[in-house]
């Protein structure tokens, strides 16, 4: 150990172990950065997963909740509080704005506290109170935007209210991903004076409950044995499934990004380990000499490997540590605001990370150091090479498989990820190797030997070439996907909706209001919206057999069924809707059904199944007559299901538009809601832009990890220039002796590193362009054709970066006089 200490300090000032650590703190840090805030979010939802439900216990409908459910709580001693939320439009003088409004009853929250402050951006504190009647609190979103003051009438429906302090922290509001717009804070007992609950309305109620764990415990199992369709219980065990599903989201997605870098950065560490080996054989065949055993040399070479790879392991987790603070700060937005401090498993991730990176691909070279015979200090032709070497590197190999899918999280994840990696570097390594060859058949003219020679180099050293231009394209790829391919993705998207497609949906009209609608729309110079008819039902059967969420596997299905469908009638084949099977019904009398294509694919439904909903407790069953495909992206109203007219028409009715309102227009929509406070008009532009923001924020985070990928690609490169660094040197030495000057050798190195970039940037850019097509032709449904431009950017960065790593690396060479190199390779 003594030994093994004074070589790793030698060898650590010689610079032999620098490309080593390098690649071992990238891929540690790339992965902790992750862990650690994995971690954090994890026990911030475990620490606050009582204040996430507002009590113990959360029972969530899409109706009001019955009073036995009520009076059970309160025969068992438990408290009670009740929330209800729900879209309107919130109105100040000349303005009005789509809000989410959240009315909650005396005694809110049961566990946890509001926090409020009297102003926008000021220092809160908590509020054991809620507001009173007549007051409302925006939060710091909408305050801002309307420009509100404590004493403020905003109108709400058909009541004013004033506004009270900013709302800054509701417990159980926990991550706001897809909270799209601010909110604002009532009281439960003005909600029937607004006038907003109408048919029609899509609110959320909610029963919170706390008190002794086994009277909670007790009266859950009571709960749900009383269910009904659209009700559900959140448990401490279950808060908040949908912040889970984006957390884990979110993680894997972080951990995939992580996992690139690990790879890339295993390359290095193999082939740093390889030159390590490659220059320490002389020292080790003198050891021989002097009666060192094969266990000896192997156990010294391996314990300073072992011990360097724990110091570079534990400098990776600090780097991690202090990266995953800039993840935060980048997902601001989408996670709660106060993180506990990390656990011990992040560290610990690290740290098998960092060691079986060492084990698996740093330890496997030194095997051969073994088997160095004495004849070694006289003769240098011995290779070392052994078959328990190429063992080793199997087992290297498959130990990095074993860590990918421990990483995925899942077996059927990591699968996939390990073919489809399998498969990038199959085919970056085919790509680079025939484009190599293309290459090889160009023979400058003239005063090209710099051309000549650089070329030749990059088919001379084949393997390597291979090796460096796979790892840089793979890194590359993953950066151009995140910046140029994902705005073209965006901008094929928006580019298919028309100048003058719907910008607004305004939902809650009542069918009274139809005919006075109309007459606002014309009395200001704007086109009557066409008004659609819609009517909220539950899927309670399918063929005569009662479906519900466990009786899909898919999520989205489950998602489905466990709400309520919006339904419609029409005699004609809506705009944008295409008959994909069966026939469209018409003006018919009969009870039919005209289903979705992409919801009968989810739900499994087809022609002929009869599906039977529940709507305000009667039953309405008919049979699927036609599928139909739909235009989303063209901003009209859409529908799952449509009927004939007859069918639908006597049951509870609301009406839905969607309308393209010019900007010089906007002012009214204050003016509409203040005619129709009922009304909740939703701005798609607005929405969008909110929507461009958040996926920026994320990618944002994302291609912080993935700049550890191209760090660990140029790694790559530069222990692959350090591995050939004796033979270049070498070269150089002989190239100079021959009489070739320095700018004819600059020359040629540049050519050599100008190649292999544009090589490693032109797969990238290709393989970025095939991805990009992919999504957008399977996932996105879109048509979109990759620009050339991406092909170029990725050309071009590519070269910039390893012409200028590659020369930082063999700069020192071309200062070298030729003699020293000489004499040094005797």
């Not at 009266?219 to 889970?244: C, F, H, M, T, V």
């Not at 390590?276 to 391996?302: E, F, K, N, T």
């Not at 700060?329 to 656990?343: D, H």
Request: with cysteine; hydrophobic share 50%; aromatic share 6%.
């Amino acid at each position: 150990m003594k030994l093994a200490l004074r070589m790793l300090a030698r060898d650590w000032r010689a610079g032999e172990l620098t490309v080593l650590g390098v690649a071992l703190l990238l891929a540690v840090a790339a992965l902790t950065s992750v862990g650690f805030l994995t971690d954090r979010v994890e026990q911030a939802l475990k620490l606050e997963s009582h204040q996430l439900l507002g009590g113990d216990l959360l029972l969530t409908a899409d109706h009001p909740w019955a009073d036995r459910f009520r009076q059970e709580a309160a025969a068992r001693g438990l408290r009670q509080a009740e929330s209800a939320t729900f879209p309107s439009m919130v109105s100040l003088g000349g303005v009005a704005l789509l809000a989410e409004i959240k009315a909650v009853s005396a005694g809110y929250p049961l566990r946890g506290t509001l926090r409020t402050a009297p102003v926008p951006n000021a220092a809160d504190a908590e509020n054991a109170h809620v507001p009173q009647t007549g007051e409302a609190w925006p939060d710091e979103r909408l305050a801002t935007t309307l420009g509100l003051a404590a004493g403020t009438a905003l109108t709400l429906g058909r009541i004013t209210v004033i506004s009270g302090p900013v709302l800054t922290l509701e417990p159980d509001r926990g991550m706001n991903v897809f909270a799209l717009a601010p909110r604002l804070m009532i009281n439960f007992a003005d909600l029937p004076a607004t006038g907003l609950i109408q048919s029609g309305s899509r609110v959320g109620y909610r029963l919170h409950l706390a008190g002794e764990a086994a009277a909670v415990a007790a009266y859950e199992n009571w709960a749900r044995a009383q269910l009904g369709r659209g009700e559900k219980i959140e448990s401490l065990d279950n808060a908040r499934p949908e912040i889970r599903n984006v957390t884990e989201r979110a993680q894997r997605f972080l951990r995939l990004a992580a996992l690139l870098a690990v790879i890339l950065a295993a390359v290095a560490v193999a082939l740093a380990a390889e030159r390590y080996m490659r220059r320490h054989l002389d020292s080790c065949a003198v050891m021989r000499c002097m009666g060192a055993s094969a266990p000896q040399l192997l156990l010294i070479h391996g314990g300073e490997f072992l011990l360097f790879g724990l110091a570079a392991t534990l400098s990776g987790c600090v780097v991690g540590f202090g990266v995953q603070a800039a993840l935060q700060q980048l997902l601001a937005g989408l996670l709660v605001t106060k993180l506990p401090a990390p656990s011990l498993l992040p560290w610990l991730h690290g740290l098998l990370v960092g060691l079986t990176l060492i084990v698996g691909f740093a330890l496997p070279p030194l095997l051969r150091l073994r088997r160095v015979p004495t004849i070694r200090v006289l003769r240098r032709e011995w290779s070392g090479s052994e078959p328990a070497s190429v063992g080793a590197y199997l087992l290297g190999a498959l130990v990095l498989a074993a860590l990918m899918l421990w990483m995925a999280g899942e077996l059927r994840l990591g699968l996939i990820v390990l073919v489809g990696f399998m498969i990038a570097l199959g085919f970056f390594a085919l790509m680079a190797r025939l484009l190599l060859a293309a290459l090889g058949r160009l023979r400058p003219a003239g005063r090209g030997y710099g051309w000549r020679h650089g070329l030749a180099n990059l088919r001379r050293r084949l393997a390597a070439t291979l090796v460096q231009a796979v790892a840089l394209a793979l890194g590359l790829t993953a950066l151009l996907l995140l910046t140029v391919a994902r705005g073209d993705l965006l901008d094929s998207w928006l580019a298919r909706v028309p100048a003058d497609a719907p910008n607004r949906f305004a939902i809650n009209i009542q069918p009274d209001q139809r005919v006075a609608i109309a007459d606002f729309f014309k009395a200001r110079g704007l086109s009557a919206p066409e008004l659609e008819p819609m009517v909220r039902g539950r899927l309670v059967q399918v063929n005569g057999q009662a479906v519900g969420p466990e009786s899909y596997a898919d999520d989205r299905a489950q998602r489905l069924v466990d709400r309520e469908f919006n339904l419609s009638w029409s005699a004609r084949l809506p705009a944008g809707n295409t008959v994909s099977g069966g026939r469209w019904h018409g003006a018919t009398s009969d009870a039919e059904f005209s289903v979705e294509k992409g919801l009968a694919e989810t739900l499994n439904l087809k022609l002929g199944d009869r599906l039977t909903y529940d709507i305000a407790g009667n039953r309405v069953e008919a049979a699927i007559t036609s599928l139909r495909k739909l235009d989303w992206d063209s901003m009209r109203v859409n529908f799952f299901v449509v009927s004939p007219p007859g069918v639908l028409d006597k049951y509870p009715v609301s009406y839905i538009t969607s309308f393209h309102l010019p900007s010089e227009k906007a002012g009214a929509i204050p003016e509409l809601v203040r005619a129709f406070p009922n009304l909740t008009v939703i701005d798609v532009a607005a929405l969008v832009k909110q929507l461009h923001a958040t996926i920026d924020q994320v990618a944002r985070a994302v291609q912080l990890v993935f700049g550890f990928a191209v760090l660990a690609g140029l790694a790559v490169l530069y222990a692959a220039l350090q591995a050939s660094s004796d033979e270049r040197r070498h070269e150089l030495a002989v190239l100079r002796a021959l009489g070739a000057s320095s700018r004819q050798l600059s020359g040629a190195v540049l050519v050599e590193f100008a190649a292999l970039g544009a090589l490693a940037g032109l797969l990238a850019g290709i393989a970025a362009s095939l991805i990009g097509w992919g999504l957008a032709r399977f996932a996105f449904r879109l048509d979109y054709l990759p620009q050339p431009e991406l092909w170029l950017i990725g050309l071009l960065s590519g070269t910039v970066l390893v012409v200028v790593a590659g020369w930082l690396g063999v700069s020192s060479m071309l200062r070298q006089s030729a003699l020293p190199a000489l004499r040094a390779a005797q």
